[in-house]
């Protein structure tokens, strides 16, 4: 599943750049460097085998999106129980974009995360990375997130080890991006914008077109050049998170396949599901 094996290859390279490249933000050129937690060199995201029958496939759809109504304050999250489970609630305000409210709040198990699941919507526990912390305790989660009808549409990891070092990946074009003030305002030891981006650019090592969501930190850089492991953000205390959906020429043969999706029910529901994670700690 293209989802949970480019995780691992993201938490791997996350931690396999620690100590051989200054900590850098994802941003690329310009941008403030910033290390959150000691840096490792391995990492184990099991999450490739710890998935339900999901493929890496997404259904089509064609109706188009319809916003939520803005809300006139952000609402108190409700308390963790421990197990993760989602509950209805209305959408946290980000933005100008905010989650239908259909949709219903998930909680991490360990209650330090919470996002708006698209009505139907699943969460199935990954193992977290094993990489060790250096004495910097960090709460590990991961889920991989499935629609109605069990296909995985994206992987969240909360409390991953990593000190967020950087190599260039040039030649992203941009499809839909929007700055987060709320959980920019949650980013732990530097002062720079969060923004969700969804862009489309070409494997180096395949050569094959990679369509992916994900956090970026910093401004969007206007030339299309950013830094890998995509998506790290040092969200409050306790590591790294890294939130994606990643899709190939399967779901998209074309860029113009990718941007008529941009006017459907089900990418407002994924948008909308990036757009509202809030850090509970």
Not at 47 to 71: C, K, L
Request: hydrophobic residues 35%.
């Amino acid at each position: 599943m293209k989802n949970t094996s480019l995780l691992t290859l993201a938490l791997a390279a996350a931690l396999g750049l620690a100590g051989c490249a200054a900590p850098a933000t994802e941003a690329g050129p310009g941008t403030t460097a910033t290390a959150t937690t000691p840096s490792a060199t391995a990492t184990t995201s099991s999450a490739t085998s710890s998935t339900s029958s999901a493929t890496s496939t997404t259904p089509s759809a064609a109706s188009s999106a319809s916003p939520g109504p803005s809300a006139s304050s952000s609402p108190t999250l409700p308390a963790d129980d421990g197990t993760g489970a989602a509950s209805a609630t209305a959408a946290p305000e980000v933005g100008p974009s905010l989650a239908d409210p259909s949709s219903s709040l998930f909680t991490t198990s360990d209650g330090l995360y919470s996002f708006m699941l698209p009505a139907g919507w699943t969460t199935t526990p990954l193992e977290p990375s094993t990489a060790p912390d250096y004495g910097v305790p960090l709460s590990r989660t991961a889920y991989s997130i499935l629609d109605g009808e069990g296909r995985e549409m994206a992987v969240f990891a909360g409390g991953v080890p990593g000190d967020g070092a950087a190599l260039p990946s040039p030649g992203h074009v941009p499809l839909d991006a929007e700055e987060l003030p709320a959980l920019s305002a949650q980013v732990d030891k530097v002062e720079l914008p969060v923004s969700y981006v969804f862009d489309h650019y070409q494997d180096p090592v395949t050569g094959e077109r990679v369509y992916l969501a994900r956090y970026h930190l910093g401004p969007v850089p206007e030339d299309g050049l950013y830094g890998v492991p995509l998506g790290l953000l040092p969200l409050g205390e306790n590591g790294l998170v890294v939130f994606t959906a990643t899709f190939g020429t399967d779901r998209f043969p074309t860029p113009a396949d990718a941007e008529a999706w941009l006017g459907t029910e089900e990418y407002a529901g994924l948008r909308g599901m990036f757009t509202s994670l809030t850090y509970n700690g």
